[in-house]
Structure formats: C-alpha cells, structure tokens
C-alpha cells in the first residue's frame, strides 16, 4: 500500500506551536525597568494549568535580574507573582487566573501585554495556554 506524497507531506509539516509568556514582578505594561526581576516561561503542554511560584514541569524557564544586570539564569524559587504578562502563543491568547489552580476569576486577552491594573488586582496567581498547531 502507498500513501501519497501530499499525505505524507503534509503530516511532516504539522508541527505544534509552543506558548510562551514573560512575567513582570513589578511593573505594570510589560516594561522592565532597572528594579525589575522578570522570567521567560515556555512549553508545548496544552490547557496545562501553571501555578505562579510552584514548580512547572514540562516548561523551560529563564531569569533577568535587571536591576543587578543578570540573565539569563535559570529560575531560582523567589517568589515572583505576576503584576503584568507579555504573551506569545500565536494567535490564540493564554487565561490568567486571579488565584491559584487556576482558579477564581479569570482574564483573557488578546492583547499581548496582559496587565492586572486592568483588571483591579495586584497579581496574577496562575495560568494555562492552548497551544496552536500550525501547518
């Protein structure tokens, strides 16, 4: 039995899309500054919940300490909840809970900067993406 080339091509060039987002420890806008302390989170887990400041298996994770100039490193267990989110996930925006577990209220946008002084809180608590496939 042969399966065509279109076929065959066609499952070569279904990859998944990975999400990725960039959390802000003190500054709203997605705008570090000299004070900030902010991580880089990525991974392909699709409709995984992620708590902020507990592990996330499945993610690669970077570190920048602005405001000491350092980072990448990897991410230490310092506390970092959220103040504001930059999001990349291609076309399909992440949903960032008020609380834990993902859950409580929460907030989706498509915007790309994902800001809790839109929403009236002072961080995010966790979050899961959809990742998207692309072909």
């Known amino acids: 039995m042969q399966i065509p080339v279109f076929t065959v091509l066609g499952l070569l060039s279904f990859h998944i899309k990975a999400f990725e987002i960039t959390i802000y420890n003190d500054i709203n806008q997605c705008e ?17 919940c992620y708590t902020f400041d507990d592990d996330m298996p499945g993610t690669d994770c970077s570190q920048y300490n602005k405001g000491e ?25 992440c949903t960032f809970y008020f609380e834990g ?6 907030y989706q946008t498509a915007e790309w900067c994902v ?5 009236g809180i002072p961080h995010f608590g966790s979050f899961s993406c959809v990742v998207c496939p692309l072909s």
């Open 69 to 93: 100039g350092e980072g990448p490193t990897g991410c230490t267990t310092e506390s970092l909840l959220p103040v504001s989110v930059h999001q990349k996930n291609g076309n399909r925006p």
């Open 32 to 48: 570090a500054n000299d004070e900030s302390m902010y991580r880089i989170i990525s991974g392909a887990s699709n409709g995984t």
């Open 101 to 106: 577990g993902c859950q409580g209220t929460s």
């Open 115 to 119: 800001d809790t002084g839109v929403v």
